[in-house]
């Protein structure tokens, strides 16, 4: 058996889910340039669960959208923190109806017995960091892929 390649979900809408450091870097690097309106993101303190609806690049059909000559394209996803004690943020007004805000990465910085933080930063200087009881962290796609509205290629570093 071999492992998956970063085209194989080039079809498919992405479902993954990242458990550890390892996995977290796949799904950090498919929502880098991922945008969202501050008003998309949902904080459920009794379900311990914090969910963000993002419009992102699909890094993974880039090269074959580009061999092809079509554009380039973005899809719905909602990226959804588990077991979520605390959220705090930085530079981040959730209030603000016109805030949008591009996604850089996700990091988890451990702490004891598997619990840490997920932090997201955002382009301009912004965070939220999410203190949790272990890593548990759902990418879902849930609209059908759509051409880039740009048309372009976000910078990726690959």
């Keep these: 058996m071999t492992d998956a390649r970063f085209e194989d979900g080039a079809e498919q809408p992405l479902r993954l889910l990242a458990a550890d450091g390892e996995d977290l870097k796949v799904v950090s690097s498919l929502v880098q340039d991922a ?5 998309e993101m949902t904080w459920e303190p009794k379900a311990r669960r914090f969910s963000l609806l993002l419009n992102r690049f699909r890094w993974e059909d880039r090269a074959a ?3 092809a000559g079509r554009p380039v394209e973005r899809v719905q996803s909602v ?3 588990g077991d979520v004690r605390k959220v705090s943020s930085q530079g981040v007004d959730r209030k603000d109806p016109d805030l949008v805000l591009s996604l850089l ?3 988890f910085e451990p702490g004891e017995d598997g619990q840490g933080a997920l932090v997201l930063t955002f382009a301009g200087d912004g965070a939220l960091r999410l203190e949790v009881e272990c890593l548990d962290l759902l990418l879902s796609d849930v609209t059908r ?3 880039a509205p740009s048309g372009r290629t976000p ?3 690959d």
């Design 35 to 39: 945008v969202l309106p501050a008003a």
């Design 65 to 67: 959208a580009e061999r």
């Design 79 to 81: 990226l959804t923190a």
């Design 105 to 107: 990465s996700l990091e």
């Design 145 to 147: 892929p759509y051409a």
């Design 155 to 157: 910078r990726h570093p």
